[in-house]
């Protein structure tokens, strides 16, 4: 799959929600989350814009593998994710990943509202995220299925859906460094 994502940062969340309200039908879902990063003691990650995480969501976990970004002014990357079946299992992963040479690089911890609605007929998840040390910030995100030879790409036409709809949500400047990679740039 291939994540196709826009973030913006906002001041006023409350403000975005309201705006938010007239495309969004039924509740959101609110959880918790912390996400551990790793990079690797032979190459940086950073470098080569890789990403390797284990989440960990209320009660739910999952590792999540990140390819390098192909935009400029959205994220678009593949994406594979394995969920995990409780902590014992997220234990085990993030001592496979020290046990293959990769640390820990640092903890991103939020608190993240979601909404799902559907543009042209693809879900469009909606997240309202405050992060610890960073501030409120919204993703929009599609995931696309790019992988049938022969087929068009379903990447720039997703791009254009999400910039119409942040558009239309008057959001403005959207920013492709991660949540990890702003707040290692804070931390100096």
């Known amino acids: ?104 690089e640092a903890d991103v911890v939020k608190r993240r509202e979601s909404f799902e609605i559907e543009l042209e007929g693809q879900p469009v998840q909606i997240c309202i995220d405050e992060v610890d040390e960073l501030g409120s910030f919204v993703e929009l995100e599609m995931l696309v299925d790019d992988s049938s030879p022969g087929q068009a790409s379903l990447v720039a036409p997703a791009k254009a859906q999400l910039l119409k709809f942040a558009d239309e949500l008057g959001l403005a400047n959207p920013i492709t460094t991660s949540y990890l990679d702003l707040l290692l740039q804070k931390r100096g």
Do not use: W
């Open 1 to 104: 799959m291939v994540e196709v994502e826009l973030k913006f940062s906002i001041p006023a969340p409350d403000d975005f929600r309201r705006r938010l309200s007239k495309f969004v039908v039924g509740p959101s879902v609110v959880s918790q989350q912390r996400d551990v990063y790793f990079n690797h003691s032979l190459q940086d990650f950073a470098k080569i814009d890789l990403a390797l995480r284990i989440r960990e969501s209320d009660d739910e976990f999952c590792v999540t593998f990140k390819g390098p970004n192909r935009d400029k002014q959205a994220k678009i990357r593949s994406e594979t994710e394995l969920s995990l079946e409780d902590s014992t299992a997220a234990k085990k992963m993030k001592a496979l990943c020290l046990g293959c040479g990769f640390f820990e």
